[in-house]
């Protein structure tokens, strides 16, 4: 994956993917999904409920992530953070929703899984969307080569 000029390729690593919430920092249904992909091999970055779609965005940026997902958030939301986005440079990141009205209008290119959706599958999908390429199975779970601890789950 490359993001804004890193220009590193992320082929054959783990998926590494941004969760926010929408109802609360602790938001029930983030936390789920955030250790449900880890669990699938994801590495997770857990945000909390953003302040604005700027600052998704920038941690977006920040982390270096192949995906970035809300748990039923609303649609407009994540326009805004693809948006900004896409006027860093970042057009390489797979956006999702979990959950959220089916009748909901999404940006084009954003995947919506259903509240249930097997973790393997959403990790699948991402790995497909977001330009990983690796079918290899996920590295066990490390520290961070930075030592950090980041918004991990744990």
């Given at each position: 994956m490359?993001?804004?000029g890193?220009?590193?390729?992320r082929?054959?690593?783990?998926l590494?993917?941004v969760?926010?919430?929408?109802?609360?920092?602790?938001?029930?249904?983030?936390?789920a999904?955030?250790?449900a992909l880890?669990?699938?091999g994801?590495?997770?970055?857990?945000?909390?409920?953003p302040?604005s779609?700027?600052?998704?965005a920038?941690t977006v940026?920040q982390?270096d992530?192949?995906a970035?997902?809300l748990?039923g958030a609303?649609p407009?939301?994540?326009?805004?953070?693809?948006e900004r986005?896409?006027?860093?440079?970042?057009?390489?990141?797979a956006?999702?929703?979990?959950?959220?009205?089916?009748?909901?209008?999404?940006p084009?290119?954003?995947?919506?899984?259903?509240?249930g959706?097997?973790p393997?599958?959403?990790?699948a999908a991402?790995?497909r969307?977001?330009?990983?390429g690796?079918?290899?199975p996920?590295?066990?779970?490390?520290?961070?080569?930075?030592g950090g601890?980041g918004?991990?789950?744990?």
């Amino acid at each position: 994956m490359t993001t804004g000029g890193s220009g590193t390729g992320r082929v054959a690593e783990r998926l590494r993917v941004v969760v926010a919430g929408t109802e609360a920092p602790a938001d029930p249904r983030a936390v789920a999904l955030a250790r449900a992909l880890r669990d699938a091999g994801a590495e997770v970055v857990l945000t909390g409920v953003p302040r604005s779609a700027g600052q998704l965005a920038a941690t977006v940026v920040q982390e270096d992530a192949d995906a970035v997902g809300l748990a039923g958030a609303p649609p407009g939301l994540l326009a805004d953070v693809l948006e900004r986005l896409s006027g860093a440079g970042v057009d390489d990141v797979a956006a999702f929703v979990l959950g959220g009205p089916e009748d909901g209008n999404l940006p084009a290119g954003v995947r919506r899984f259903a509240d249930g959706t097997p973790p393997d599958e959403v990790v699948a999908a991402l790995h497909r969307a977001g330009g990983t390429g690796s079918a290899a199975p996920a590295p066990a779970p490390g520290p961070r080569p930075d030592g950090g601890a980041g918004g991990r789950v744990p």
